[in-house]
């Protein structure tokens, strides 16, 4: 574990301190993942400063439409997934982690394609706050589970029988959302936490239609944490 400062101390919001930090670790002429959520957006805010500043060259590819539309605002070369065999670098958040380095992600929607491009990278970092640091994975946020709409019912009661709660996640037009790969998700709650996680991401797949789950088991190997005070802790797996 160490702690490591921003550049700049006027920063305090800790979202904004742990993406600009991570963004840090990438080198001219790395292949980099960008993830996807509000903490990762200044990642990005701080890699096309470092282009502009520095003269770093990079590619990237995103696993969102949301986050590929930001990378082209503000500059940032794209490329496809199968122009790539391996991903030097992905940056990308997290609903919460535990001290295993085990993630939930899935919030905003777009966790297939984070855990494409985590699967296919040498390094992870993962940018978040503090508070979504936790003991036990599903205590404090639902596990989303992608799933291609024919068999969201199928999906639904194996997740019941694991010992979830689920719910269809709804978009802003109170119709089911739609994902980035025209699926649907599922959010399942665990009363007591996901005691398994390991036990619950085989049993998921084995369910036919169940796309993937947000579950990220093995892929992270470290945490930036953001903090009020401006500093960022970072813990190494």
Same mark, same amino acid.
């Given at each position: ?38 903490? $990762?957006? *200044?990642?990005?805010?701080?890699? %096309?400063?470092? !282009?502009?500043?520095?003269? +770093?060259?990079? @590619?990237?590819?995103? #696993? ?52 494409? $491009?985590? *699967?296919?990278?040498?390094?992870? %970092?993962?940018? !978040?706050?503090?508070?979504? +640091?936790?003991? @036990?994975?599903?205590? #404090? ?97």
């Amino acid at each position: 574990m160490s702690t490591q400062s921003p550049n700049e101390s006027t920063l305090q919001n800790p979202k904004e301190v742990a993406g600009r930090a991570a963004a840090q670790l990438v080198k001219s002429g790395m292949t980099v993942g960008l993830g996807t959520g509000s903490t $990762v957006y *200044f990642t990005l805010v701080a890699l %096309a400063e470092r !282009m502009r500043d520095e003269g +770093l060259e990079l @590619r990237c590819i995103p #696993t969102s439409v949301d986050t590929e539309v930001k990378a082209r605002e503000m500059g940032i070369p794209l490329v496809g997934l199968h122009e790539v065999d391996r991903i030097d670098l992905t940056i990308d958040g997290a609903d919460e982690a535990d001290h295993g380095f085990r993630l939930t992600k899935g919030g905003g929607g777009a966790l297939l394609r984070e855990k494409v $491009v985590a *699967f296919m990278s040498a390094r992870m %970092a993962v940018v !978040m706050t503090p508070n979504k +640091l936790v003991e @036990r994975l599903g205590k #404090t946020f639902a596990l989303p589970v992608e799933v291609v709409p024919f068999a969201a019912s199928l999906v639904e009661r194996r997740l019941i029988e694991l010992g979830a709660e689920v719910q269809l996640r709804m978009g802003a037009s109170d119709e089911a959302y739609v994902t980035d790969n025209s699926n649907h998700i599922l959010d399942a709650t665990f009363a007591q936490g996901i005691e398994d996680p390991i036990a619950i991401e085989k049993a998921l797949a084995e369910v036919p239609g169940m796309v993937e789950s947000g579950l990220f088991i093995g892929l992270a190997t470290e945490i930036y944490m953001g903090k009020p005070d401006g500093t960022c802790e970072i813990l190494t797996r």
